[in-house]
């Protein structure tokens, strides 16, 4: 699971997990442990590509961004 500082503080409160000790990476697939979970990220940009959901560029996207050192967050 991913375990960057500032995505994982953005899901332990947007889940609602204090506790949370990673984020779930989806586990089947060509795309396995590279995409998130889309069980709890159905929307999330970087999660399976399918038609079912419309995509966006969430906060945990920005978190991500932020983690890596490529975006800061005003």
């Known amino acids: ?3 960057g500082t500032n995505a ?8 609602g997990e204090p506790g949370l000790s990673y984020i779930l990476l989806e586990n089947d697939g060509n795309t396995a442990q590279a995409n998130w979970d889309q069980a709890y ?8 590509d ?5 995509r966006s560029f ?3 996207s920005a978190r991500v961004a932020q983690d ?3 975006y ?3």
């Not at 990220?41 to 399976?48: H, K, R």
């Not at 399918?50 to 419309?54: A, E, L, S």
């Open 1 to 3: 699971g991913y375990v």
């Open 8 to 15: 994982l503080a953005f899901a332990r409160t947007y889940l």
């Open 41 to 48: 990220w159905p929307q999330e940009l970087m999660t399976l």
């Open 50 to 54: 399918d038609t079912t959901h419309p």
């Open 58 to 60: 969430s906060e945990l």
């Open 68 to 70: 890596s050192g490529w």
């Open 72 to 74: 800061d967050i005003d």
